[in-house]
Nanobody, 123 residues
Framework: VQLQASGGGLVQAGDSLTLSCAAS????????MGWFRQAPGKEREFVAA????????DYTDSVKGRFTISRDNAKNTVFLQMNSLKPEDTAVYYC?????????????????WGQGTLVTVSS
């Protein structure tokens, strides 16, 4: 499996941005997907996750109500819609995949990672 993240850029506070992550392989629809971010000088942190069927989504508290994770299984792609962006959202954003097919619950173990896309939010 290979993951290719895209969509990052420089935006102003309050703007919106949508990240995409395209996955290779035939079994994308069976895998949970997630987004993480790493700000300069900080540890990588969880942002959002979506179950294989899309019925469950999880978010870190700081992005709830502003970010939305979704997926298009026909296009092997997961999205992160980011609204009301803040300077503290500035980070490299990574997509990740849990390759255990049709996983029940949210005990994710991310074993594939994309290369990251930079989001910079100016004040």
């Amino acid at each position: 499996v290979q993951l290719q993240a895209s969509g990052g850029g420089l935006v102003q506070a309050g703007d919106s941005l949508t990240l995409s992550c395209a996955a290779s392989g035939r079994n994308f629809k069976s895998y949970a997907m997630g987004w993480f971010r790493q700000a300069p000088g900080k540890e990588r942190e969880f942002v959002a996750a979506i179950s294989w069927g899309g019925g469950r989504t999880d978010y870190t508290d700081s992005v709830k109500g502003r970010f939305t994770i979704s997926r298009d299984n026909a296009k092997n792609t997961v999205f992160l819609q980011m609204n009301s962006l803040k300077p503290e959202d500035t980070a490299v954003y990574y997509c990740a995949l849990d390759s255990r097919s049709y996983l029940s619950g949210a005990n994710y173990k991310w074993n594939y990672w994309g290369q990251g896309t930079l989001v910079t939010v100016s004040s």
